[in-house]
Each structure stands twice: as structure tokens, then as C-alpha cells.
């Protein structure tokens, strides 16, 4: 319960039960023992005192201890001590810049940097939160931004975050304590580090930061890499099918097998299912009738599981257009088979199977494949002659037993 503040400067200072952190920073071991100390320092966004927690972050983790208040990590949806979002685990910077390339810029929340505009926006967010509205900010609000961002996510703890800070002595070669020192005797890094050189601020507004600043930058060069490998290949523009998806089954060591009725249950609800390949055990195409639907469904199913395995889920890659082999294709995530379209043969049939494979036709109706260029048949050379005619049997009148006036005289 809140104290009774008499001072009128003391009635902004801020009073919470427990931080707002994420997984990684609460450490590896479940039963955490934290310290309180109410009004302990002053936040480094709104300098405005408030409730500092420490703890030790694991068994071999450091102590830690909240940066910011409370209202300045909801305001932005981080946590008080790494300054990560919370629902993807990114920095602030490569999360904003994402929102607002993919048409999200309303919700990338701009802190205000003057004090009293940021003690005015405190005050709003503090009322909104006493009338039980949410703060909306931060949050994607159309399906591209989530995926992208789900496909960016970060959300396994890191624990290695935890890990003490250099030993100083050890640097400059004079710690005596060995083992027993609870510093880390490691060689610092180059003074020219971009990371040696990490500011809350910076982290918090997005602005400056080089871990965000790395990340994109590998972003690009993993889509330039992909580029090249298509251009390399032969294709152009966009290589993802129209409005089908891959799922991927990672191999977690279990030996269970997914079967079509479970990714059939697992993706229905997101819209109309047109058909579902399995891929042997390493993974699934699942074809939706409409884009929209295939890209609702990967921004919500990335990353989760099916029957207790995880999947990964995107877009589903067109082969090249004719590229035709005799086989399935063993590259995963690759739409279509490659195979020939053949008609359907007579309801009589052929005498020999030669003469059948020989003409172009099928015996038994096969599902059609994206992909696979022109029709051909296989084994004509040199001058054709006049092919017999397919049977389709949409336009055999006596396909539902309707009979002829030839065939009801005899």
C-alpha cells in the first residue's frame, strides 16, 4: 500500500511492488530473492525517484538491479534493466524502425525529452491506467509488421547477459583473488568497440545504439546474401508463392510424427485451406485460398509448435518456371513438384501400358503442381502424328450411366 506523501514534491515519486522485467534478465534460477529499497534512486529518463529492486540474475549471473521507473518501461514496453521490448525481446531502435517502414508509425510511442512534457505524458498514462484503459502503444497493427518482427524476434533467454563484469585488476595483472574473484578474468574489449559504449538514453528514445545498429546490419546483409543466391539461380522478383506456406519441423531430438490432420487443425482457423503436402517429416506446404489469409496465419503460427514440436513457419518458395525433374524436389520450401500434367486415359483404357506412356496419358488422376512449364509428351521424336484425342471426363455424357440412342437400341 502507497504511503501518504505530505511533501507536494514527493507526490509524483513512484511506488511498485515488483519490476518490470524480462526472462533473461531474472536469470536461470527459479527462486529469485530480491532486495527493496523504496525511492532507492532516480530513473534515468524522468530523473524522478522511484522503487529500486536488485537481485542476483543466477547461480553464476551477476547482481542487477531496475534503470529506469516503471511508467518510463510501460510507456515504451521494456524492461527496467536491458531496455528490451518485452513481446519480441528487440531493441527499441530496430523495433520503431520496423513499425514504422511497414506503415505502423501511430504506434511508436515518442517519448517526450523535455521534462515537463514527459511529466505531463506520465501523468495522462498514469490517469489512463487508474481507469483500467491499456496503453496501446508499441503494438503492430497490421499482420506484415508482426511477422516481420516475429521473424526477428529473440524471445530464448540469453542468459550469457548475465555473466559478471570484467575484473580490472585482472587486466592489468593484479588480481590475487584466483577463483574465488566474482569478476570475470577475460581481456577487455578494444577501446574502439562500438559496444564498450552503450548509453541508457540512447538505448530507451532508439537512437545511437549499436546492438540495434548490428542487427540491421546483418538484417541486410542475410537479404543481400538471399538476393544473390536467387539471381544466381536464375530467377527474378520476388520468389514466394502466391498464397502458400512451409511449415519446418526442427528436429528437437522427439521422434513423434505430425500428421495432416494436426497441421490441418493447426491452421484452419486463420482461413479457407485449399491443400495441405506433407513434405516426408521435415515439414508441410500448407496452400490458403487468399494472400491474406497465408499471411495471417505465418505471423501468428511462427515459431510455435505442433503436438508438442516446434515449427518454423514462412513463405513457401516458387521453383524456376519449366524447370522440370524427374522426382520430388529435395530442397525444403520449395512449392511444387516440377511434374507433367497428363489427361486422363479412357474409360477402356489401353491395350499395353506402352502405348499408354507412349501417347501422353495417365492412368490414374494425379493432383496438379504449381510450377512444371509447358506440357509435354514424353517419348514422340521426330514427325508427329495425330495424337489421339484426351478423355476428360467432364465432357463424357455417359460418365453418370446416361446412355446414347445407339447404345439403348443394341
Known amino acids: 500500500m502507497a504511503s501518504i506523501k505530505k511533501d507536494d514534491n514527493k507526490q509524483k515519486w513512484e511506488e511498485t511492488e515488483f519490476p518490470l522485467v524480462c526472462e533473461t534478465c531474472l536469470g536461470d534460477n527459479p527462486y529469485v530473492r530480491m532486495t527493496k529499497e523504496a525511492h532507492g534512486k532516480k530513473c534515468k529518463i524522468c530523473d524522478i525517484p522511484f522503487t529500486v529492486f536488485a537481485w542476483q540474475a543466477g547461480t553464476r549471473g551477476r547482481l542487477k538491479k531496475v534503470e529506469i521507473c516503471r511508467t518510463c518501461a510501460r510507456s515504451k514496453n521494456v524492461c527496467q534493466v536491458c531496455i528490451y521490448d518485452l513481446q519480441?525481446?528487440?531493441?527499441?531502435?530496430?523495433?520503431?524502425?520496423?513499425?514504422?517502414?511497414?506503415?505502423?508509425k501511430d504506434a511508436v510511442v515518442a517519448v517526450p525529452q523535455s521534462d515537463a512534457n514527459r511529466a505531463w505524458m506520465t501523468a495522462q498514462q498514469e490517469r489512463d491506467i487508474e481507469q483500467g484503459k491499456a496503453i496501446q502503444g508499441c503494438v503492430p497493427t497490421n499482420s506484415a509488421a508482426a511477422m516481420?518482427?516475429?521473424?526477428?524476434?529473440?524471445?530464448?533467454?540469453?542468459?550469457?547477459?548475465?555473466?559478471?563484469k570484467l575484473c580490472s585488476f585482472f587486466a592489468k595483472g593484479e588480481c590475487n583473488r584466483g577463483s574465488q574473484c566474482p569478476f570475470r578474468h577475460e581481456l577487455?574489449?578494444?577501446?574502439?568497440?562500438?559496444?564498450?559504449?552503450?548509453?541508457?538514453?540512447?538505448r530507451f528514445f532508439g537512437?545511437?545504439?549499436?546492438?540495434?545498429?548490428?542487427?540491421?546490419?546483418?538484417?541486410?546483409?542475410?537479404?543481400?546474401?538471399?538476393?544473390?543466391?536467387?539471381?544466381a539461380r536464375g530467377g527474378d522478383g520476388d520468389e514466394r508463392a502466391v498464397s502458400t506456406l512451409y511449415v519446418r519441423?526442427?528436429?528437437?531430438?522427439?521422434?513423434?510424427?505430425?500428421?495432416?490432420?494436426e497441421v490441418r487443425d493447426k491452421f484452419y482457423s486463420f482461413g479457407e485451406i485449399a491443400s495441405v503436402r506433407m513434405h516426408a517429416d521435415k515439414g508441410a506446404f500448407v496452400e490458403f485460398t487468399?494472400?491474406?489469409?497465408?499471411?495471417?496465419?505465418?505471423?501468428?503460427?511462427?515459431?510455435?509448435?505442433?503436438g508438442g514440436?516446434?515449427?518454423?513457419?514462412?513463405?513457401?518458395?516458387?521453383?524456376?518456371r519449366g524447370a522440370v525433374s524427374a522426382g520430388p524436389q529435395s530442397q525444403p520450401g520449395v512449392a511444387g513438384e516440377g511434374g507433367r500434367i497428363r489427361p486422363l486415359a479412357p474409360p477402356g483404357g489401353f491395350k499395353g501400358k506402352s502405348s499408354a506412356a507412349s501417347a501422353g496419358f495417365s492412368t490414374s488422376l494425379g493432383v496438379p503442381r504449381p510450377g512444371g512449364g509447358v506440357i509435354r509428351r514424353p517419348g514422340v521424336s521426330g514427325?508427329?502424328?495425330?495424337?489421339?484425342k484426351p478423355y476428360y471426363p467432364s465432357t463424357d455424357p455417359g460418365r453418370l450411366g446416361s446412355q446414347s440412342s445407339s447404345q439403348a437400341n443394341n
Not at 528487440?90 to 520496423?98: A, E, N, S, T
Open 88 to 104: 519480441y525481446g528487440l531493441p527499441v531502435q530496430v523495433r520503431d524502425k520496423i513499425l514504422a517502414e511497414e506503415g505502423c
Open 207 to 231: 537512437t545511437n545504439d549499436p546492438v540495434a545498429a548490428g542487427m540491421v546490419r546483418r538484417q541486410k546483409e542475410k537479404a543481400e546474401k538471399r538476393r544473390a543466391e536467387l539471381k
Open 249 to 261: 519441423f526442427t528436429d528437437d531430438g522427439s521422434q513423434k510424427r505430425i500428421t495432416e490432420a
Open 309 to 320: 514440436r516446434k515449427v518454423i513457419v514462412n513463405w513457401a518458395r516458387v521453383p524456376k
Open 188 to 202: 577487455p574489449r578494444d577501446k574502439n568497440d562500438p559496444l564498450s559504449k552503450q548509453n541508457t538514453k540512447d
Open 290 to 306: 487468399s494472400p491474406q489469409a497465408t499471411q495471417h496465419a505465418i505471423a501468428n503460427t511462427n515459431r510455435s509448435s505442433i
Open 148 to 164: 516481420k518482427l516475429q521473424s526477428m524476434a529473440r524471445m530464448e533467454p540469453r542468459y550469457e547477459r548475465n555473466l559478471p
Open 383 to 388: 514427325a508427329r502424328g495425330a495424337a489421339p
